[in-house]
């Protein structure tokens, strides 16, 4: 099985030891993200693993979930809207079971595919190992809303990280496409701190364009759940502050980002406080 895949299923652990102490309140409490319930922020991952899961598995029942959906946004819906009405009164611990299942489901299918197979997707087709990556950067970054709304701390990174490091460094070229803006000629250095403490390093250090720091910090800003100010990341050079300030590793139209302070977290500021001289 690709490591990706074991990635995505842990993830999926993580989250759902979250989800499983909810009060039943909870479920309904909105979050920082657009104003989602925890039900919203479920349920918008459970519809992208059952479309992961039709397309790894039944390429037109995919294209036909997909035109439905299509069709329901087209009438004026919202995403959030769409999949409420789609999922009905699925909520809750019930909600939970229902997405664990499809969750188990999608891996399964995508360990049984060849490494090299092709997904379609609602934007370009997607290998296996990127669309699992796609999948986990999902869970890891709706999961940090609801953290945010219940005060708690998330548990300190692993290496699984990487593959959203890999993800942000790899849409450089789509943030600005996805625009409608020319794509930058130069490319930023890009240096991180591991979880682990060793140093994950990307392109050539270029003329004075880089973006330093904690690997966490720069998944939080590619994947627009912390703006780039509320991190203690280093940014130098024109070019490389623009990147992180329209930086989106995720399919669909352009998003913006949090602003400042909206969803800055109390541990971010102690960690600034810390590395102060």
Wanted: with cysteine; proline share 6%; charged share 25%.
């Amino acid at each position: 099985m690709l490591q990706q895949i074991v990635d995505l299923e842990a993830e999926g652990q993580e989250f759902h030891r979250l989800l499983a102490a909810l009060k039943d309140d909870d479920w309904q409490r909105a979050t920082l993200f657009k104003g989602w319930t925890i039900n919203d922020i479920v349920r918008h991952l459970h519809m992208g693993d059952t479309m992961g899961l039709a397309s790894a598995t039944d390429a037109a029942q995919f294209a036909a979930l997909l035109a439905d959906i299509q069709a329901r946004r087209a009438t004026g819906l919202s995403r959030v809207e769409e999949t409420r009405e789609r999922l009905g009164d699925l909520a809750g611990p019930r909600l939970l079971e229902r997405w664990q299942i499809t969750l188990d489901r999608l891996c399964a299918a995508l360990a049984a595919k060849a490494p090299d197979a092709r997904l379609k997707w609602s934007g370009p087709d997607m290998g296996v190992r990127m669309f699992a990556t796609a999948r986990q950067m999902e869970v890891w970054s709706h999961a940090q809303a609801i953290y945010d709304l219940l005060g708690l701390e998330r548990p300190a990174p692993s290496s699984r990280l990487r593959n959203i490091v890999e993800l942000g460094v790899r849409t450089f070229a789509w943030a600005y496409r996805n625009r409608g803006l020319p794509v930058p000629p130069v490319v930023p250095h890009i240096r991180l701190t591991a979880p682990f403490g060793e140093a994950w390093e990307w392109h050539a250090p270029s003329a004075g364009q880089s973006v330093a720091g904690e690997a966490i910090d720069f998944c939080q800003v590619v994947t627009q759940i912390r703006n780039v100010a509320d991190t203690a990341l280093r940014v130098e050079g024109d070019g490389a502050k623009h990147w992180m300030s329209i930086a989106q590793c995720f399919a669909g139209p352009p998003e913006t980002p949090p602003a400042p302070g909206t969803r800055r977290r109390v541990v971010n500021a102690v960690r600034e406080a810390v590395r102060s001289p």
